[in-house]
């Protein structure tokens, strides 16, 4: 059944004759996904800014045509350039879905000067992209804010793709497989307050809880940081989009009164890797709140959280705090290199509860390097403690430890799915009998297609194909069956310290 047309606000239509370059922007995922994502709404206006250029949406899932853009239908074949945004790496079979369903070659070997440019971007790409270079022509490695404006000019500049693609093999933070380079720089931005960011953002006129409904509810995203300073040894964001960078906050006030202006919604979300109140963002909290505007933020630095700011996030409707323990024991949290202790989340919690409060989200990873069975069992200890430190709904959620390309951990093991298993047994019998604590394990099974793409190399694109081709988790099996790779297991043996890694000509 197709579903029917979304009403949207601050939609752009150009007419397609009147410019040089169409741009087709893809979100391999729900539209629900796809319109919480910042990316969406920064390349989107980036390039309906130009002149030249026509950028139209596409999603894989939920909107009338996964190859037909929300704008104006048109074909996904028909744009210059077709950009996906890679967050998730088992999105890569929606990927090749949406360009087949379109009418592109899946393989980039197979397409012609008609195809458009498939061009890919977003952490998962810009850690290791190897696995996927079957599939694509070039690859924006690091902050794609910038290079979006060579990319159309090198497009705009010339009526042959082939040569449009040798220019951008030319140009640095972009990857284009097939020029074979040997090192590719990644691209990071020093000065945020210099970059654009968008203000008139697509509000999608949906009722509250509608499943088409933006994550953090219909409002304006704002990003307050990027990257990180932590280097936690598990976490992409802390080693691929180093270092932590934060907006003054000037610029945020300029932003947040100009999008509120142009954006029909009630509510702020802050966007941050960890947000906590030490740079001033207790004076902005209270600066957004005291408009009447609701406020969110995804989840907070459980170190450096104030009183003051949690008031204000109160204030501004948000009732669930969430922080990100990642484990039950102080030890093997210090072994991540997560510098938090339990009484930084004790404290916090209680802090919480007291500003009004009334659910908690804690995230928790199992299967790390070095975890003991005690170490599993201390997170239902901790989430009990909390429980009676605040009487609030607890939601437990844990997941199972990926190797990531480019991190600290990229050559340790991912524990074998039986023993994840049983650690989420661990859990859920420890939670017994604790109030108000729910657990929301993460199916294992995806977990391992995970890894296999995180620190895979190109070989596995022969098994993508197939996967992509045979929906669901049967797909895979399948892949593995009929490619001959064994990559539901492959992250199960530790890499030796020796050796490159698929990903080690990306230069930071
Ligand atoms: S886990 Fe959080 S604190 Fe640690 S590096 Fe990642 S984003 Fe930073």
């Not at 093997?332 to 938090?340: C, F, H, I, N």
């Amino acid at each position: 059944m197709r579903a029917s047309k979304i009403r949207e606000f601050n939609v752009v239509r150009k007419d397609a004759r009147k410019v040089e370059v169409l741009f087709g922007y893809a979100y391999p995922s729900t539209y629900r996904t796809g319109m919480t994502s910042l990316a969406t709404h920064l390349f989107y206006s980036i390039l309906n800014d130009r002149k030249d250029t026509s950028c139209e949406r596409y999603f894989r899932y939920d909107v009338p045509s996964p190859c037909h853009s929300m704008e104006s239908s048109r074909p996904l074949k028909d744009n210059q350039v077709v950009g996906f945004s890679l967050t998730y790496e088992e999105d890569i079979v929606n990927l090749i879905q949406m360009l087949e369903l379109g009418g592109i070659p899946a393989l980039a070997a197979d397409r012609s000067e008609s195809d458009p440019i498939v061009l890919v971007g977003g952490p998962v790409p810009s850690s290791n992209p190897e696995p996927y270079v079957d599939f694509v022509d070039a690859f924006a490695i690091g902050e794609g804010d910038i290079v979006i404006h060579k990319i159309i000019d090198s497009v705009a500049g010339t009526d042959s793709r082939t040569a449009a693609l040798e220019q951008l093999a030319q140009t640095d933070g972009l990857y284009v497989p097939r020029a074979m380079p040997s090192e590719v720089r990644r691209l990071i931005i020093s000065d945020l307050d210099a970059l654009f960011h968008p203000t008139a953002q697509i509000v999608p006129e949906v009722a509250e809880g509608d499943k088409l409904e933006p994550v953090f509810g219909k409002s304006l995203l704002v990003e307050a940081t990027r990257g990180c300073g932590h280097s936690c040894k598990f976490c992409l964001v802390g080693h691929v989009c180093r270092p932590w960078r934060t907006r003054s906050l000037n610029r945020l006030e300029e932003i947040i009164t100009k999008g509120l202006a142009e954006t029909p919604v009630h509510k702020v979300s802050l966007i941050s890797s960890s947000l906590g109140s030490s740079e001033g963002f207790e004076e902005l909290a209270a600066w957004i709140v005291d408009q009447g505007y609701q406020l969110s933020v995804p989840s907070l630095r459980a170190d450096s959280v104030s009183k003051g700011f949690l008031s204000s996030l109160a204030k501004g409707e948000q009732r669930t705090l969430t922080i990100a323990p990642e484990t039950g024991s102080p030890e093997l949290r210090r072994s991540t290199g997560k510098a938090l202790s339990d009484e930084d989340i004790e404290h916090t919690v209680k802090l919480a509860a007291e500003s009004g409060f009334n659910a908690l989200k804690l995230y928790f990873i199992i299967g790390l390097p070095g975890e003991s069975e005690q170490d599993v069992a201390a997170i239902p200890m901790l989430v009990s403690r909390l429980g009676k430190l605040a009487s609030m709904r607890i939601t437990v959620s844990v997941n199972p430890f990926v190797p990531k390309a480019q991190t600290k951990w990229e050559r340790e093991a991912q524990a074998p799915i039986e023993v994840i298993r049983s650690r989420v047994r661990i859990i859920e019998k420890g939670l017994h009998g604790v109030p108000h604590a729910y657990v929301e394990p993460l199916d294992p099974r995806n977990a391992r297609i995970q890894a296999a793409l995180s620190i895979g190399d190109r070989s596995l694109g022969k098994a993508i194909l197939i996967a992509a081709r045979h929906p669901g988790y049967g797909g895979w099996r399948k892949a593995q069956r009929d490619s001959g790779i064994p990559l539901l297991s492959m992250a199960n043996e530790q890499r030796g310290q020796q050796g490159d890694l698929p990903w080690a000509f990306i230069k930071s």
